[in-house]
Every structure is written in C-alpha cells, then in structure tokens.
C-alpha cells in the first residue's frame, strides 16, 4: 500500500522519482524499491526520509484509508486549512458548514422534506367550499416548512384570477387575518373564499376578487348582529388589492 501512495503522491505532486530520490538523500533504486514494494518490509531510515520531505507522518504515509485513518487527500486539506489566516478560517468553514448542510438535506428521505395535511375537497358553487366542519377530505403533501394547516378546493370564478375556478388553496389557522388578506369565513351558515376588510365603524366588507362577480360580495354591518368568524389566512404569494368601491 506504501508504495502506490508514494508513487500517487509524487505524480500529484509532479515530482519524478529521480529527482525526490535526490531531494532526501538516497539512492534512486532505493525508492523504487520502496515504490514497488507494496506491503512489504520497508527500511525505515529511507521511510523517515521520505516522510519528512513529503511533510507527511509516516501512520499517514503508510495507513490504509477508511477505518478512522487520514487519507492522504485528507491530511493535504488539513495542512491547507492550517495554512490559512484567521479569514481563510473562516470563510472554508462557512463553506464547509454549507455543503454539510446540502448533502444533509439531499440525502433525507422524501418523507422528511413535506409534511401531510387535510384536503378539504366539499366544492359549492362560485367561490364557496366547505373545508373545516366536514369530514370529507384527503391526504395533502406539502413542503415541511409550510405554514399551512389545511387545504381547500375552491370552486367558482369569484377569486380569479388569484384562484381559479378548482384550484387548491392551503390555508393557515395560525396566520393572523389582516385587512386586504383572503380568508375562509363562517357567516350566517355559509363559508366564502372571500379577500377581507372592516372599517373603522366595525363594518365588514368580504369582496371577491374578480370584480365581474362583485355580486358575491358580502357586507356585514355592525348592527347586524351577524359573527364572522375566520378559518383561517389563505396564503398566497402577494397580498390582493383591495377594490374600488
């Protein structure tokens, strides 16, 4: 093994065997005897020799790779990263730390990288679903780190073109509703997909986004006594406009 690690090193390294044989001091045969010589005695005057011209200890020089032994690659990286100032350092060890973190993540399971939610998939008609008080639903992936709770299936031509007619929303239960934001909302027996607003008299506006379908707009007024309450945030990528009216 000795020797075709030397022989390695040396072409790495561009070095011909006649002039390392020089470099440490003895004869050319000699260290093509050590060259050819795998696994076989070696003369340990000549092996110390090479050793310290190479700047390579001997366990190194002389060790098989894998089972916790530096390979030769490895000891030359060290001894790069040693050379290094304080800023080299830091910077191969961000880059390190890097691609530790892309193999981590390539090599994880697919399971590992989504998580399952409910489907929701009761349509009703022109922007209308039904996604939280039934049990009709499914397994959804999503990536792990969505922030979604659930998924709907949204029917009708209301919220285009941000949603289209069958399309499938994810929606948190945990994301605040704010005014412009499109919720899923409880309101007198029905729920609506519908982009959310309340003035300052505590008025509450649910628009639809495709303005052609503003007669699905729902306005509920302080006074009526009417709850709306709030599924959840659908998310999407950018928040809505909020209409003219």
């Known amino acids: 093994m000795f020797g075709s690690r030397l022989k390695a090193l040396l072409d790495e390294r561009g070095i011909k065997p006649r002039d390392f044989a020089r470099r440490v001091g003895i004869h050319e045969q000699t260290l093509y005897s050590l060259i050819d010589r795998d696994g076989n005695k070696i003369d340990l005057d000549a092996l110390r020799r090479v050793s310290h011209e190479l700047d390579i200890p001997i366990p190194i020089l002389c060790g098989e790779d894998g089972d916790g032994q530096l390979s030769l690659r490895e000891y030359d990286m060290l001894n790069k990263f040693r050379a290094l100032d304080e800023h080299g350092r830091r910077l191969a060890e961000l880059v390190v730390d890097a691609e530790l973190s892309r193999v981590s993540a390539e090599s994880e399971p697919e399971s590992a990288k989504t998580k399952i939610i409910p489907l929701y ?28 709770d659930f998924a709907a299936r949204i029917s009708g031509d209301s919220m285009e073109p941000f949603i289209e007619d069958g399309s499938i929303v994810l929606v948190s239960r945990s994301q605040p509703i704010s005014v412009g934001d499109v919720g899923l909302f409880f309101v007198d027996g029905d729920i609506k997909c519908k982009q959310y607003c309340e003035d300052s008299f ?40 909020l209409p003219d009216v």
């Open 121 to 148: 998939a009761t349509p009703a008609a022109a922007g209308y679903a039904n996604p939280a008080l039934g049990e009709d639903y499914e397994d959804y992936a999503v990536p792990a780190d969505s922030r979604a």
């Open 202 to 241: 505590g008025n509450v506006y649910l628009f639809s986004l495709n303005r052609a379908r503003a007669d699905a707009d729902t306005t509920i007024p302080a006074s009526s006594g009417i709850t709306v309450f709030c599924f959840g945030r659908v998310l999407l990528p950018k928040r809505p406009p």
